[in-house]
């Protein structure tokens, strides 16, 4: 796909400098451009190496306005957002065309929308509804009426347990595990041995969420966990049963979330945190690498770091740090 | 599915206060109970929300004795464990009949027992066996020779390796691998290069035992690696090569237990817990969430609650927490 | 499959004492040896457990020279590594035919060389190319051009996404995912909502690399990831975007390393480790169990052990543990 730089300013809002006619057919980094390419810089710093590589044009700050370029530049007032939208332009052609494969299994009361793909060997369960754009991978299993919104992006090999529903725009990577059985027993006393708690609650995903490959997000046990719109979970991340997402939350790798934690608007987690059930981290609190919440506990801050098992604010965790280093000074 | 009150009563061993003919078809939390559901209350502060609630009728404890109550009251010593026994009772009706899906691949060597389901595009390998009543999800792979018991239930996307047995009644859900290679390696000083150990063990998965999505169990090198009846594996757990675990062991999502390590009987290990190689972990001892065993440590304590890294008695833990803040007082 | 001890000896270029004429027929421990079986001993201690089991012969080391024994002995420098490289000549028998699966789809732009194998419903994507000997388990799904060297192993229900190349005898366990997008995005400042920033680079897989059951290792932002040659990398563990990881790297399961880190030769990462973004691990350091390395940091240290978070000396982290114990000694 080709677009020039007079189609990607006005889609972005940018000025450019230099021509206009300039075609753009890929992305890429300072070191690895090639002609054809549309590469950014953040700073003044990297404008040199920029104009020295074989972008065809770069994206700056506003920083760039009185240089006298050897090559186009789209002027931004956020030069990072503006090349991962001109990302979306760019590549927008390469998606491939709607197409139903023929093994796989779609079961005869399934509704597909207009645009689905299915993908090789995915099953698709009975009274799935798979909205319009949508693309199934290969090897992937939709249960029982599951319901699927509007083009989202399921890549190979995710399976969807029934009880659960996706919204729109959603994308969830390779071997994802969505409304799972939660992890839920009653001792019996009189057997010693362990009960199996229902598990049937629905798991609830809204819109524009990505979830990362190998993660795994369990159902309601009765109730329903859920997802907020706009939130980005990374690889490996679980998520149990109850667990209560808001909008635009970020996790990343490995993070672990126990039942029943809510999660407000807007947090940001580090990867490898562990929240126990029944948590609280309010809207905009930041949990830094490792960091573990026990139970219970509530974190707020907006914008506060919290770091540490048990979480504290960092500034704490530095000077209880800096403490310790002290207290073994000259111990040797 | 449908069940009177009656029939739960005497399957559960409870005495019923109103009407005994009140057909139950669901379970409900307090917050969704509708017509026909089943709640359960544990303390006589809900028992008010229990009533006001839609549900049909109410699991209690003897607290409830001596209400006057607008809808049916089931009495037990343990109304959670009763509710989820009634589960099983309630929901048993919602299960599939047994059934071979075309698109799976079984070989001819294959042995399957009666009323054995096989969903599309699984694959069961040479001289595996399937007892009676167990279910192979979609896509799960059996490799040749896997034992699986009665009554088991593998979610889609499993993965046994050759050299697995599983007993009666084990759930294993999507994604699980079970039996693949140990990570062991020796370096060859020639070269500087690591050469694999063996792997050739078995995997060894008794009765009841429960598997998160997305877990991984290794076969032992040499010999087997264990996992004991009764016991219960969240998501995202790994369990290396010649690991024992014994009887009714919980472990919650995310916990890594190295190679040759052993867990006693009754053992709760939380999240993100990290144990090293050659551990003992002894019966009925506790690990907090993100607590971290030192290789060749032994811990024991029944009933006692070990966190940190490395792991102490979490009485030990919390003063020295406590005595960390107070050397941080006053020092801005 | 059945080779003799001087076979054996032969390619191990071991001395032995005793019949040469034994055939090995297998490997185990020195409680599960049974005749034909061929166990190794490191130390003098276990050489009567070895002479009074069942095997039919014994690797050991130059201690057993003058033993006057009941059976075979093969007589090397290090036993560990010649029992290793013997379970190679013991072991290489039982290896399949190359076959592709009636159901496996494979794409008619896709090269596949010289004995191939093709597990059932494989998914090969267009313009894949997979070298001689290769084999790809059942449910594999290979993207659009992907790129698999010679002799490598793909165990069932691997994922590898488009814009990844393996070298040769590689080794990828059951459900890892290979080449996902990385975890990028930018907040739009306008609307308060995440952009994804384009995950479109590389990931490359060199030689001699084994990866472990459901890892997910990303591909590049714009750049690419690398796994140097001879990597060993456990069950669970998470790379993300643009990570360079050097040649022999030892990585235990559960461990994660964000975007960008570099990790050099021979580095030895234990479980449960967290490695920040743009962390370099020098060459030859060893990362201890759950130690944590904060964003930007360098840690070297041949050969020297770091624990703890953030991550420090050992010798540092266990004085400043001892301090901790110190304070709270009469405190009750």
Not at 159 to 175: E, F, K, M, S
Request: charged fraction near 20%; aromatic fraction near 4%; charge should be negative.
């Amino acid at each position: 796909m080709s677009i020039t730089l007079a189609e990607l300013a006005r889609a972005l809002d940018a000025d450019v400098l230099g021509d206009t006619d300039v075609c753009i057919t890929g992305l890429a980094s300072l070191t690895s451009a090639k002609t054809g390419d549309l590469v950014f810089v953040e700073s003044e710093n990297n404008l040199a190496t920029a104009l020295a590589s074989e972008a065809s044009a770069v994206i700056a700050g506003d920083f760039a306005c009185k240089v006298q370029a050897s090559k186009s530049l789209l002027l931004c007032t956020h030069p990072r957002l503006a090349f991962a939208k001109a990302a979306d332009l760019v590549l927008a052609g390469s998606s491939h065309m709607a197409q139903i494969h023929e093994s796989a299994e779609i079961h005869l009361t399934a509704q597909l929308g207009l645009s689905v793909s299915v993908a090789a060997n995915a099953v698709v369960g009975a009274n799935a509804k798979i909205g319009e754009g949508t693309s199934i991978g290969e090897g992937c299993v939709i249960g029982e009426g599951v319901e699927i919104g509007t083009n989202s992006k399921l890549y190979p090999r995710v399976t969807i347990y029934p009880g659960t529903r996706l919204g729109d725009n959603v994308v969830v990577h390779a071997g994802a595990v969505l409304g799972s059985d939660g992890f839920g027993y009653v001792k019996d006393p009189a057997i010693g041995e362990y009960v199996k708690f229902p598990q049937i609650g629905a798991l609830i995903i809204e819109g524009d969420v990505e979830i990362g490959a190998n993660s795994t997000i369990d159902r309601g046990a009765l109730d329903s966990t859920r997802i907020g719109r706009g939130t980005k979970i990374d690889n490996l991340v679980h998520i149990g049963h109850n667990v209560q997402v808001g909008h635009r939350v970020v996790i990343a790798a490995q993070t672990g979330i126990s039942g029943s934690a809510i999660i407000e608007d807007d947090v940001v987690i580090a990867g490898q945190v562990g929240i126990a059930d029944h948590v609280r981290i309010e809207s905009g609190a930041i949990l830094g690498a490792q960091s573990g919440i026990p139970t219970n506990k509530v974190i707020r801050g907006k914008g506060v770091v919290f770091w540490g098992t048990p979480a504290r604010p960092i500034k704490e965790y530095l000077k209880q740090l800096a403490a310790l280093t002290r207290l073994t000074r000259g111990k040797d």
